[in-house]
């Protein structure tokens, strides 16, 4: 199964993906909005893990590349979080690139694509999202996708350390059919 956009291919991960996802990840830049860096066995553990989701369920975490390229540069996906929150269980849709892409509209691309898919494809009404208060880059590419903040679903993350200033998230919601 590959997304395709004007730019980016939304595909299965490789082997190959693993190094350029580790050094992303343990960037400091990249992981600011995050708990902490990870580590190789920790990068690879997600790598697993999203791998399984899109064997299991024919949906998850897509890593993307550059088609002109095939360049890989993060992920966009569909996940369903594994914490107790008000609005879960749900499908959320998320992002992470290699800061080399930042500003050049890949995240908003791929999630605009990726919106249309979850639809057709994973029997849910609703995607949400979210991340830090912080973190402003992300919630501008909510925005532009068209979703909308639920500000009385803003939450403390329960897998974010107590005191942690990344802890408050806002939550965001794209309804079926908007």
Known sequence: MIIETERLDLR???ESDREPFYQMCSDPEVMEFFPKTLNREESDAFVDKAMAAMDEQGWGLFA???RDTEEFIGFIG???PQFDAPF???VEIGWRLDKKYWKKGFATEGAQALLQFAFIKVDTD???SFT???NKPSIKVMEKIGMTRDEAGDFDH????EGSPLRR???YRYKKGK
Request: include cysteine; hydrophobic fraction near 45%.
């Open 12 to 14: 299965p991960w490789k």
């Open 64 to 66: 993307v590349e550059i």
């Open 88 to 90: 879960t269980p749900c």
């Open 132 to 134: 830090s208060k912080l």
């Open 169 to 171: 998230h806002v939550l």
């Open 126 to 128: 609703e995607i949400v």
């Open 78 to 80: 569909l996940n369903k």
């Open 158 to 161: 329960p897998m974010v350390e």
